[in-house]
């Protein structure tokens, strides 16, 4: 017990260039970081890190992964030293019974990771465990398997899990990428419900999104994008605050909404 608990966060994090852009999104990460209480360590669950099973980073060193194409040299070039933290996930081992978590030395932090990490905590000296997602299971096996998560908020480990509610790159319009606010009609009704349904705790509904209409369909044509965000809303209690931060669509079909429940 640290006597303090840690915050949650939910981060929209978009295009690998916002990792070496200034932006709206950029420094709205930035301002957030500068709420939050310095943690022991960072459990974060990244859209980039699908795996058949659960598992989590187990190494002291992982490696900054460039898991995407076709961008600028200078974004390969971005490193992120930051320190794993082997305790921290034997310490998930312990926790989660409802499934067996696999230890991996072989991942590292992928862009789902480091592009946001490097503005929360720029100096990289937070050491960092990474939590896979079973690409295999429903939305409700993830938001149960958060909830055995909850004790670390009281270990002084900040939970930290990033995508996009909103993700369909097909029909993105990269001409309006600089735009906010430029969402489809369907995108907009479907951010406005999600909005809602986190704001008033409805949870069901959103583990339930592919039963939620076409705005729903349109803008989670896959889940890998929008779990993350029930592994943060799992684990909000009644006392909590929730606070939504770069609140903005782009490119007619990318939600950059970001959420912090904190006490």
């Known amino acids: 017990m640290t006597g303090q608990r840690m915050p949650l966060l939910f981060i929209g994090h978009g295009s690998p260039m916002n990792a070496i852009e200034k932006s709206v999104y950029s420094e709205g990460m930035k301002s957030i970081a500068k709420q939050l209480p310095t943690p022991k360590a960072v459990l974060f669950i990244s859209a980039h890190w699908e795996t058949r099973g659960t598992f989590v980073?187990?190494?002291?060193?992982?490696?900054?992964?460039?898991?995407?194409?076709?961008?600028?040299?200078?974004?390969y070039e971005v490193q992120y030293p930051a320190p794993g933290s082997p305790e921290l996930a034997q310490r998930v081992q312990?926790?989660?019974h409802s499934v067996r978590i696999e230890l991996n030395d072989d991942w590292g932090l992928d862009h789902g990771c480091w592009s946001v990490m490097k503005y929360i905590f720029p100096k990289a000296d937070v050491p960092i465990v990474e939590l896979s997602l079973d690409y295999t299971k429903p939305a409700s096996?993830?938001?149960?398997?958060?909830?055995?998560l909850l004790p670390l908020r009281?270990?002084?480990?900040?939970?930290?899990?990033?995508?996009?509610?909103?993700?369909?790159?097909?029909?993105i319009?990269?001409?309006?990428?600089?735009l906010p606010h430029s969402g489809y009609d369907w995108a907009n009704e479907a951010h406005h419900q999600m909005v809602k349904m986190i704001t008033e705790g409805d949870h069901q509904h959103l583990i339930r999104y592919d039963q939620q209409g076409r705005p729903f369909h349109l803008s989670i044509p896959t889940?890998?994008?929008?779990?993350?965000?029930?592994?943060?809303?799992?684990?909000?209690?009644?006392?909590?605050?929730?606070t939504f931060f770069n609140d903005s669509i782009v490119g007619g079909s990318l939600d950059m909404t970001s959420l912090m429940i904190s006490e």
């Open 57 to 75: 980073t187990a190494m002291p060193h992982p490696k900054t992964i460039h898991d995407f194409g076709g961008f600028p040299r200078a974004l």
């Open 94 to 96: 312990q926790l989660v």
């Open 154 to 171: 009281d270990e002084g480990i900040l939970i930290i899990a990033s995508g996009n509610i909103i993700h369909n790159l097909r029909e």
């Open 223 to 242: 889940p890998d994008h929008f779990i993350p965000m029930l592994y943060i809303v799992a684990l909000q209690e009644k006392k909590d605050r929730l």
């Open 173 to 178: 319009d990269w001409e309006r990428m600089d």
């Open 141 to 148: 096996f993830h938001y149960e398997l958060a909830k055995e």
